[in-house]
């Protein structure tokens, strides 16, 4: 039975969660603090000499401030699917959110994104510091270099924050492999979108494919079993956490492609950026294959500029709600696909195909996998109370937001 | 005492300590060896699904095969000063040049070099097979988004070989606070020398701080100081190999500003490439210091163009003999300070003023000053004749080479 986003029966379902119900806000507000002191520590320890250390360590605690942290959140859960409570374990996954950090960072860089988390990117700070500062030499230019730096460190940091968690070595042991797998997976699926968006668009297969290897797996499923491995869970257990995670990244990730087409400025990004940009995402590729020969033929006149091999790049990068797979106008696909993207009349044709509807459906589908997931692991005694009711408001969280 | 390089005695002193004559190419060879394993291991796992895996981890073999490993070498020198021969520490080393094949690969992007070790840089590789593949969208800035990926798996990589290496984890954790710093550092490094870039000609102090911060530190300090402090040396051994580390550093990076003025192809880069870029070198900064009123008016007309603000950045980034510190012609700030160098005067009018003999007996003294301090060590019992050997071998290729 599909699941219709923003519905009451969502909704209720989060109530009766009372339990755990006030975890995501308690949590995010510990990874906060954790993440916050980090960035304060290292840029005192590191970055103080150097001039505009104080411009830079703004931005850098800036950016941190304003995620969504469900990475830290998933790795806490799978945490909590097997073991108590633990200061260390907190830290530890607080730094997923300098490792996401790091992702976005030389993304937006890569992707010319302007605008990320309701702010101006990091390069474009960084850029217009260049500027203020009256420097010589390209600003542009300056802001990108700055920015892969700043990423780089965050890449750094992010791992010496697990490190220095205070787990015990052994709990460490049980998690580098995954992390280290997580990182080059993180690294290499953004390599393929760049492949792929010099490329023809694909179809919906590729797309689901790409989304699932990338944002999906990152967002929500290896987070989610870095946590429980590390708290020693057993196959079992990361299994149903696994299932549960590619469910629920591959929603998060519809959602995201959704936004990216009708969101309103609440993403933090400029509405209707994945048309300006002409990105081949899960719902304008569904679009595609759905819609009438003629409508499909509008569509690609809009989209993809008159000789149909604009760029089309999969959206599945790194979706964070505010924060998602953006590549802003004024990049080089938007300026090598042609003029300005009608983005109303867009609108209108992929919801005349029933994409959006499908797309729905499609999410509706895997939250109500994950949920009977959830219920059949309380039922019979492999998941607590607890976890159960945060990992059922995560799961509507991520499949039904509209940031 | 100055030592003039490529004198024979120097090259004597090397002949004197036979004992471990043989060291850097038996570590070089093993170091090599170990490096191409794991980028082999590494693309077959996490790069082998990517449109181009073949493509992208042929360029990255050949990269990590054409290094001097310069930096293993210390570290593993570090190492042998206080334990003996273990073939996890040189695993554990072995990283070191991933972490350097990260900074050089991203570092190239930054600053639009086309040289590297003898090749085209990564990203002019990669943008050339965008081209060859008939994609679309920009090869120019396909080949600067992918480099930078390829330099965070090295990031990613590097670290995994010091944890994998097989090293006891109590070991391992008398490394990582140093490892971290010194990753830290270089990237910070690297954002100091990029605002450097942007402002007006430093004078000597200036340069020689950026040059011990950045490339001295990174290149021989460092690694020294990680693997001795793996290795469990005391205090004292510390002190005497940072002190070394420091000298040797400031040493190697000013022979490398001469063969950036001076050198021939075989420094794996254009000849006289800091003067094409305008870079703001030791021997650069020196010569204007030097210089007489009427000379120096002539030097900065031919380096800094009409205005004297064009860019001046350090030349002291990550020296690497074959490797070092490029920012080829056709860069930004190439492009932005006027019109063509003209070489043969530069070099001329730099000779003139004497500043080339006199970085000669800077860096003599350097030598001399490391060489006492390993003959005094050996002489009270805290350094072995075949780590001494070595040392002093390693203190004259650094300072006394010619690519």
Redesign the interface.
């Known amino acids: 039975m599909a699941v219709e986003t923003g519905t009451t029966r969502q909704r209720e379902h989060v109530v009766h969660v009372a339990p755990g119900a006030g975890w995501p806000e308690e949590i995010r507000r510990r990874v906060h603090a954790h993440v916050a002191d980090i960035v304060r520590r290292?840029c005192a320890?590191?970055?103080h000499?150097?001039?505009?250390s104080e411009f830079?360590s703004g931005v850098l605690a800036d950016f941190v401030g304003r995620g969504k942290y469900l990475r830290s959140m998933f790795g806490y859960l799978g945490w909590r699917a097997a073991a108590p409570d633990s200061p260390g374990a907190l830290g530890a996954f607080a730094g997923l959110e300098l490792l996401h950090a790091?992702a976005l960072i030389?993304d937006d860089?890569?992707d010319g994104s302007q605008l990320r988390r309701g702010r101006p990117t990091v390069h474009v700070q960084l850029a217009g510091w260049?500027r203020e500062?009256g420097?010589?030499?390209?600003a542009d230019?300056?802001g990108e270099?700055?920015a892969?730096?700043?990423g780089?460190?965050c890449?750094?940091?992010a791992?010496?924050a697990m490190?220095e968690s205070g787990l015990p070595?052994e709990v460490l042991d049980r998690g580098?492999p995954r992390y280290?797998?997580m990182?080059?997976?993180l690294?290499?699926g953004?390599?393929?979108d760049?492949?792929n968006?010099?490329?023809r668009v694909p179809d919906l297969d590729e797309v689901m494919d790409v989304l699932r290897r990338k944002s999906g797996n990152y967002t929500v499923r290896r987070p989610l079993e870095l946590g429980a491995a590390m708290a020693g869970a057993d196959e079992e257990l990361l299994t149903l956490l696994g299932d549960y995670g590619t469910m629920i990244g591959e929603a998060f990730q519809m959602r995201d492609d959704v936004l990216g087409v009708f969101g309103t400025g609440a993403t933090g990004k400029s509405a209707g950026d994945d048309l300006t940009e002409r990105k081949a995402t899960s719902l304008v590729v569904l679009a595609r294959e759905l819609a009438e020969p003629h409508t499909r033929a509008r569509l690609d006149a809009l989209l993809l500029g008159s000789d149909n091999?604009?760029?089309g790049g999969s959206g599945a990068e790194n979706g964070d709600g505010g924060a998602d797979s953006a590549r802003e106008g004024g990049t080089?696909?938007a300026r090598?696909g042609g003029g300005p993207v009608d983005v109303a009349a867009a609108r209108a044709l992929i919801e005349s195909t029933g994409a959006r509807r499908r797309i729905d459906e499609l999410i509706g589908t895997r939250v109500q996998g994950a949920l009977r997931l959830v219920d059949g692991a309380v039922a019979d005694g492999r998941l607590g109370d607890d976890v159960a009711g945060v990992l059922r408001a995560m799961a509507v969280r991520c499949a039904d937001r509209a940031s």
């Open positions: 290292r320890e590191h970055v000499s150097v001039p505009g830079v790091f030389q860089v890569m260049h500062q420097m010589s030499g390209s230019r300056f270099s700055a892969v730096l700043l780089d460190l890449l750094v940091w791992e010496q490190r070595a580098w280290d797998a990182r080059s997976e690294a290499v953004q390599f393929a760049l492949v968006d010099a490329r091999g604009g760029s080089d696909s090598e």
